[in-house]
C-alpha cells in the first residue's frame, strides 16, 4: 500500500508506485512520478521525481 502523510499535495496526472510512503508536508508537482520515499517538508517533480525545494 501507499502511504500519504499530513498535508500532502499531490497535482494532476502523477504516478505513485506500490509501497512508497510521501512524507509530510509534501507538494507532487504535476507530471511526476514518485517511485520512492518522500522526506518530509519538500516539494518535488519530475519523471523520476527531484526535490526542488526543501519547504
Known sequence: P???????W???HCM???GVRIGNNVVVGAHTL???D???NCLIMGVP???IKKI
Open 2 to 8: 501507499v502511504e500519504i502523510g499530513d498535508n500532502v
Open 10 to 12: 499531490i497535482g494532476n
Open 16 to 18: 505513485v508506485v506500490r
Open 34 to 36: 514518485v517511485h520512492k
Open 38 to 40: 518522500v522526506p518530509d
Open 49 to 51: 521525481y527531484k526535490i
